[in-house]
């Protein structure tokens, strides 16, 4: 954000709190903004704020704004609005921006606002709005530009002035045969460095990295990454062009995808809405489930400790050992999930990885473990009346219950990728409940081995 910008916000928000505005400055406020800054101001204020506001905006920046707002602001706009109004502001929508706001709306908004939008747009609407919610022909927009291979570049800057400015982007053009196959894409510096009189089909770059409309969205953002993509064209079964996707959109993608993976490993269904937006009951919905097997899957940890009951009565002190064992082998499984995940997700693991990534488990589980158990030794030793017999068994207990938790936390999210399962799942209810019980059993098992009970 510019300085400028910050001292219009708060000067906005001082006229608005002020009893009597000026319209006219606070017009002139607005229209020098960013809409992104604009739709910020409104969403922290009253709805009846909102609507005045709303409405003294010139018809080209409402549109801007209104596609930056959260949907409760945009369904109460669309309800007090009249429908040419509606019409106004959503033909002037991107075709993705649209279709983003339509799927957040209750059937009866979306029904007036179809209903007051030009029959084309509408049509190219519900044919995005069938695609799968996941998949590339859902993010799209069909608004781009798409150039003849036999045109010059002359005429395609003809093109390019001609139609423009109602394309979401121009910095890449696409080049098309007669039947609208894919067959090249140039951009806008391409464009500008070569002869007028050159054809485009001797200037297009002809390896052109591009999506299926049903491919998933979270492995085109990968391509995003992977290729420094400002947008990707998006192809149908024939190999027609039928859109484009943008990178903003694409950064929608990560932030919803990294949030739902965040969920999962706190082992929390996702929730479509945010945080303060989620109900309660819904809250409680999305966290009861994996709570409840959670304590259900205690019920082995409770067995095991109860099945060695006798040695805690002969040798009281190992009880005290149980919490630190459990939490140590939880974080180091949980270290472990972690980073495989994310390398999953990032594309720098692949499933062929798995004995290279348990390699290198093992030396960094081996490492720590003996740093730790080294600490451990001393501090058990000096606590707990030199004792020796007690010091190797929580030194070994701690070692083997590390490389066991740091082995599993690597191996569970690629077992998952393999079996097509989100490896997100893997690192929080399942890891918990395994790490925990076969802690018990290394700890118990070397308890009685050194101990003889």
């Known amino acids: 954000m510019i300085i400028e910008d910050i001292m219009d916000k708060e000067e906005i928000l001082e006229l608005i709190k002020g009893g ?61 609005l009249s429908d040419s109004e509606i019409g106004e502001i959503v033909n002037k929508l991107f075709v993705d921006d649209a279709v983003d706001f339509i799927e957040e709306m209750p059937a009866n908004v979306v029904k007036r606002v179809l209903q007051n939008v030009p029959f084309a747009k509408r049509k190219i609407i519900n044919q995005i709005l069938q695609y799968p919610d996941d998949s590339a022909g859902s993010i799209m927009t069909t608004e781009y530009i798409d150039l003849r291979e036999d045109a010059t570049v002359s ?40 002869d007028p009189d050159e054809k485009i089909a001797d200037i297009m770059d002809t390896n052109v990295v591009f999506a299926n409309t049903t491919e998933d969205r979270e492995t085109i953002a990968d391509q995003f990454k992977k290729y420094n993509l400002l947008a990707m064209p998006v192809v149908d079964m024939e190999q027609r062009l039928v859109g484009i996707i943008t990178v903003d959109d694409i950064v929608d993608v990560i932030v919803e995808e990294s949030t739902e993976d965040i969920e999962k490993m706190a082992a929390i269904m996702p929730s479509e809405d945010s ?13 009861f489930l994996w709570m409840l097997i959670l304590m259900l899957s205690a019920t082995i940890t409770g067995y095991i400790i109860s099945s060695f009951e006798k040695g805690f009565m002969v040798l009281p002190i ?47 589980g081996l490492l720590c473990g003996l740093g ?27 070692l083997f219950t590390i490389l066991m938790a740091k082995t599993i936390g690597s191996v569970l999210p690629i077992f998952a990728k393999r079996l097509k399962i989100d490896p997100a799942i893997m690192s929080a209810p399942l890891l918990t409940t395994i790490v925990d019980a076969l802690s018990l059993v290394i700890y118990f098992s070397f308890a009685k081995m050194i101990f003889g009970l």
């Open 318 to 364: 190992l009880m005290s050992f149980i919490p630190m064992l459990m939490n140590t082998g939880g974080i180091a499984g949980s270290q472990s999930s972690t980073l495989i995940i994310r390398g999953l997700a990032v594309g720098e693991i692949e499933l062929k990885d798995i004995f290279l990534i348990l390699w290198k488990e093992f030396r960094v």
């Open 155 to 194: 005429e395609a800057f003809d093109t390019i002035r001609s139609i423009g400015l109602n394309k979401e982007t121009i910095y890449n053009c696409y080049v098309i045969k007669k039947d609208r196959l894919l067959t090249g894409h140039v951009s806008a510096k391409t464009l500008m460095l070569a």
């Open 275 to 287: 945080y303060l937006k989620t109900s309660i009951f819904q809250h409680s919905k999305n966290r």
């Open 20 to 80: 009597s505005v000026d319209i006219s400055k606070l017009k002139i406020l607005l229209s020098d903004m960013n809409p992104v800054d604009i739709a910020e101001i409104l969403e922290g204020l009253e709805i009846e704020k909102v609507l005045h506001l709303f409405r003294i905006l010139p018809k080209a920046l409402a549109s801007e704004v209104f596609s930056h707002m959260d949907a409760d602001n945009q369904q109460s706009i669309v309800e007090a």
């Open 372 to 398: 730790l158990g080294i600490v451990n030794f001393i501090r058990v030793f000096i606590f707990y009346r030199n004792d020796v017999m007690l010091c190797l068994t929580i030194t070994l207990s701690l």
